[in-house]
């Protein structure tokens, strides 16, 4: 089992940053990639950001430019640095982790609102 705890989220001005957390523990060493997704209300939830375990990043086109995806392995916790936040940005951020034995095994955290102000 793995646990992920989000941390960071909160209200900003359009403009603004934030940067958001995710303490990774329990079985983590199995972990191929971790992530950042979103969901707005009404709407799917959609991948934000990838990091896999060799250090190959992936955006979304929306946040690409603005949004940095980083980790510290030493503490286990993954980031999500947010820039030049829009209206748009605002939803639920979830942290994610999966890896691969046969078929993805999925682990989410339990979310943390990000609400950007125009």
């Known amino acids: 089992q793995v646990q992920l705890v989000e941390s960071g989220g909160g209200l900003v001005q359009a403009g603004g940053s934030l940067r958001l957390s995710c303490a990774a523990s329990?079985?983590?060493?199995?972990?191929?990639?971790m992530g950042w997704y979103r969901q707005a209300p009404g709407k799917q939830r959609e991948l934000v950001a990838t990091i896999t375990r060799g250090g190959i990043l992936n955006y979304s086109d929306s946040v690409k430019g603005r949004f940095t995806i980083s980790r510290d392995n030493a503490k286990n916790t993954l980031y999500l640095q947010m820039n030049s936040l829009k209206p748009e940005d605002t939803a639920v951020y979830y942290c994610?982790?999966?890896?691969?034995?046969?078929?993805?095994?999925?682990?989410w955290g339990q979310g943390t609102q990000v609400t950007v102000s125009s």
């Open positions: 994610n982790a999966y890896y691969f034995i046969n078929r993805r095994y999925d682990y």
């Open positions: 329990g079985s983590i060493f199995n972990i191929n990639v």
